[in-house]
């Protein structure tokens, strides 16, 4: 069965850059199939996709975002990471990795889907 | 528009149906995804595709979708579904947003 991770610092200091990543485990990375993400919760707020890399090393990012996220993944570890620059205290949320399922045809729409999730992570933005 | 947009509060009577909607452009093309969340815990995959439930959620809950609205709707709701709902689509640019999310009360 797979399983997702998140780890990394609680604590990130104003306009420093968080960083995080998210071991897998129970199955490859390196899937065709599957793409891989990052989602956050601000407390007491909804989800938000912050973005998503797929095999092909193609990254997705939250337009909002974008200038400030970068999405990698490192295969050798079957881990993929999420950096995101020059924070602030809106960035202070839980940090949830997941698993994309490459989009196909069901019937007349596509269909993609996030499964499974980590456990998440809570990331502090203070001084 | 790659927004999706959720009624922020439902409520429903122990045992009776409840329906939880979201709406977006991008449902005209994408299937939504549906997640319950509970407090303190991750979200989990309740309903995608046309209307598949993942192992182990019970068949009280169903998807279905028309035009750029997708509906989840819950059968016999039980005390241990209240929880926040979400809907995610993906769109024609590659982005996944998240709907605003709706509080399921059981009354």
């Known amino acids: 069965q797979l399983q997702l991770q998140e780890s990394g610092p609680g604590l990130v200091k104003p306009s420093e850059t968080l960083s995080l990543t998210c071991t897998v485990s129970?199955?490859?990375?390196?899937?065709?199939?599957?793409?891989w993400g990052w989602i956050r919760q601000p407390p007491g707020k909804g989800l938000e996709w912050i973005g998503s890399?797929?095999?092909?090393?193609?990254?997705y990012y939250n337009p909002s975002l974008k200038s400030r996220v970068t999405i990698s993944v490192d295969t050798s570890k079957n881990q993929f990471s999420l950096k995101l620059s020059s924070v602030t205290a809106a960035d202070t949320a839980v940090y949830y990795c997941?698993?994309?399922?490459?989009?196909?045809?069901?019937?007349?729409?596509?269909?993609?889907?996030?499964?499974?999730w980590g456990q998440g992570t809570l990331v502090t933005v203070s001084s | 528009s790659s927004e999706l947009t959720q009624d922020p509060a439902v409520s429903v009577a122990l045992g009776q149906t409840v329906r939880i909607t979201c709406q977006g452009d991008?449902?005209?093309?994408?299937?939504a995804s549906w997640y319950q969340q509970k407090p303190g815990q991750a979200p989990v995959l309740v309903i995608y595709g046309k209307n598949n439930r993942p192992s182990g959620i019970p068949d009280r809950f169903s998807g279905s979708s028309s035009g750029n609205t997708a509906s989840l709707t819950i059968t016999g709701a039980q005390a241990e579904d209240e929880a926040d709902y979400y809907c995610n689509s993906r769109d024609s640019s590659g982005n996944h947003p998240f709907g605003g999310g709706t509080k399921l009360t059981v009354l």
């Open positions: 890399i797929y095999y092909s090393g193609s990254t």
């Open positions: 129970g199955g490859s990375i390196s899937s065709s199939s599957y793409y």
């Open positions: 991008s449902l005209r093309s994408y299937y």
């Open positions: 997941a698993r994309g399922h490459v989009p196909h045809f069901d019937w007349l729409l596509l269909r993609d889907w996030f499964d499974p």
